[in-house]
């Protein structure tokens, strides 16, 4: 139930830091350290490569995940839109392991794959946030999310779930093979839960900031780069859902190769500044952008933020940044809906599981 929330998607984005808490609590062993069943841990070590399929939401928590278990478990990792992988196939390594990302664990576009690959005698994994679903029992493994029901059709808590969940795989399984983690995931964790707590406690600063960026505009531009780009695609995808603003998430190097010609006078561009290797040509794209008119909505880590900054996020792991910079980006998009009047929970032309291809 709802309860005092006005709805759903409000509710689910505030329940995040609670979800991560739960995630850490779930994956923990007697003494404290996380842990995965080890034939899963042994299923992606056996593995050259990893196939990550998922689509929407989930697909854009597949590309931060890609970052886990590449950085942590040294796995080279591809990320595909399930739609395609089934009629466009790539040339599959030696010993591929296929990780079906699905908050509901019925998305048929996933499921074509799986059905696919397992005929050509290839193992499966499962990340989802309903035991026993359709993905979940027809794939060798399961890894549950733990978000608990999800009823906006709008996904929020189920991606920042996803998202720890695949540091935790990709930490366990780096660990199992002796790399050295320089940080305490388990920490880290918690350190993220609070940071959103803070986060969800601003909405009133982010409702104004949707009111000043995003009340009159026909469309909107999310840009970052590294693992903010991936975040700025998801921003996207959520504002346009459920506001039906048009908007596009692009790579900050991009800007130059055509969507530059674009931005108008006054057209917002949201962009992401969490990652300090590349703070500088994230805000040197943030000027190229505002010379030619554009109202910039910078949203920045704290201690990389500047004077004209929108949004400072607090500080967490670098690798993490993601579970935290979505959360202005929800509120973003929920607002804007709000403004509005757009119906939030349940957008036009869209279901909560696409059981159809
Ligand atoms: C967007 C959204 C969708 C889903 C997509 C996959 O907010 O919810 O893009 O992420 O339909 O659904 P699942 O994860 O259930 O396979």
Do not use: W
């Amino acid at each position: 139930e709802k309860g005092t929330y006005p709805h759903y998607m409000l509710k689910e984005i505030d329940e995040q830091p609670l979800v991560m808490r739960k995630i850490v609590q779930a994956y923990q062993n007697e003494s404290n350290d996380l842990t995965i069943d080890p034939s899963i841990v042994g299923a992606l070590n056996e593995a050259d490569r990893i196939y990550i399929i998922a689509c929407g939401t989930s697909y854009h928590a597949g590309l931060v995940g890609k970052q886990f278990i590449e950085k942590m478990a040294k796995i080279p990792v591809e990320v595909h839109v399930a739609s395609e992988f089934s009629y466009n196939m790539p040339l599959l390594s030696e010993n591929p392991l296929f990780v079906f990302i699905s908050q509901s664990g019925e998305t048929a576009d996933s499921r074509s794959v799986l059905v696919q690959i397992k005929e050509q005698g290839y193992k499966a994994l499962t990340i989802t946030n309903v035991p026993g679903s359709t993905l979940s029992r027809e794939a060798n493994y399961t890894l549950l999310l733990h978000a608990g029901p999800e009823i906006a059709v709008a996904s929020t808590k189920a991606y920042t779930a996803q998202i720890a969940v695949l540091a935790i795989l990709a930490n366990v399984t780096g660990r199992s093979k002796g790399i050295e983690m320089e940080f305490d995931l388990v920490q880290d964790l918690g350190i993220v839960a609070n940071a959103m707590e803070v986060l969800c406690d601003k909405k009133e600063e982010m409702e104004e900031v949707a009111r000043q960026f995003l009340s009159t505009t026909r469309n909107c531009f999310f840009i970052g780069r590294a693992v903010d780009f991936y975040v700025g695609l998801e921003g996207a995808l959520k504002l346009k859902e459920i506001s039906y603003i048009q908007a596009e998430g692009f790579a900050g190097g991009e800007l130059k190769h055509g969507t530059i010609a674009l931005i108008e006078e006054g057209t917002p561009v949201v962009a992401l500044a969490t990652q300090e290797s590349v703070n500088l040509s994230i805000r040197g794209n943030v000027k190229e952008v505002v010379a030619r008119g554009a109202n910039p909505c910078i949203i920045s880590m704290k201690g990389l933020e500047e004077e004209d900054d929108s949004f400072v996020i607090p500080e967490v792991n670098e690798l993490l940044t993601p579970l935290i910079s979505v959360v202005p980006l929800q509120l973003l998009a929920y607002y804007a809906a709000l403004h509005r009047d757009c119906d939030v929970d349940k957008p036009r032309n869209l279901a909560k599981s696409v059981t159809v291809e």
